[in-house]
Nanobody
Framework: QVQLVESGGGLVQPGGSLRLSCTAS????????MAWFRQAPGKQREWVAR???????NHADSVKGRFAIDRDNAKNVVYLHMSGLEREDTDDYYC????????WGQGTQVTVSS
């Protein structure tokens, strides 16, 4: 059974930091590259960052140097460490394997505002 549960979002001021967490079912976590995506209302979902099982990472240019993806293979958790947040980072954030499944969790909302 596929399980993706995101958490950690909230309201933060520009320049602030957040850490998002995603717990994934073991069956899809251990063998897969995991990724974070984000989507604003009325816009297409976009890829933010991904991490391979061997911890090799890639980040979208828009977040490079500000966000960092990480994973804990023992706990089946993938993190997104966000710093230097900008208003343009306001979105719903989702985790999924990369490439993504057709199933998506409920996401976690990040709002960057003063």
């Amino acid at each position: 059974q596929v399980q993706l549960v995101e958490s950690g979002g909230g309201l933060v001021q520009p320049g602030g930091s957040l850490r998002l967490s995603c717990t994934a079912s073991g069956s899809i976590f251990r063998i897969n590259t995991m990724a974070w995506f984000r989507q604003a209302p009325g816009k297409q979902r976009e890829w933010v960052a991904r991490i391979q099982p061997d911890y090799n990472t890639n980040h979208a240019d828009s977040v490079k140097g500000r966000f960092a993806i990480d994973r804990d293979n023992a706990k089946n958790v993938v993190y997104l460490h966000m710093s230097g947040l900008e208003r343009e980072d306001t979105d719903d954030y989702y985790c999924n394997p990369y490439p993504p499944l057709s199933y998506w969790g409920q996401g976690t909302q990040v709002t960057v505002s003063s």
